[in-house]
């Protein structure tokens, strides 16, 4: 798990893609070097404290 987890963050930082990005899917995890999450997004626990700096937050659902 260490290793997807740490993999899918090598790819999607290599990718510009903006906080607010309304084409990801849903439930997608990013890391961003912030106190906290962007709006929209809510904090992913369970990498909580992976890498030092960074939070994860998974994109939230879209509620219409």
């Known amino acids: ?14 990718a510009t893609l903006p906080a607010q990005a309304k084409e990801l899917p849903e439930h997608t995890v990013l890391a961003f070097n912030l106190a906290q999450c962007p709006k929209g997004w809510v904090e992913y626990a369970a990498a909580a404290g992976k890498l030092p700096g960074l ?9 219409r």
């Open 1 to 14: 798990m260490r290793i997807a987890i740490l993999f899918s963050f090598v790819l999607l930082s290599a």
């Open 55 to 63: 939070v994860f937050c998974e994109k939230g659902l879209n509620r």
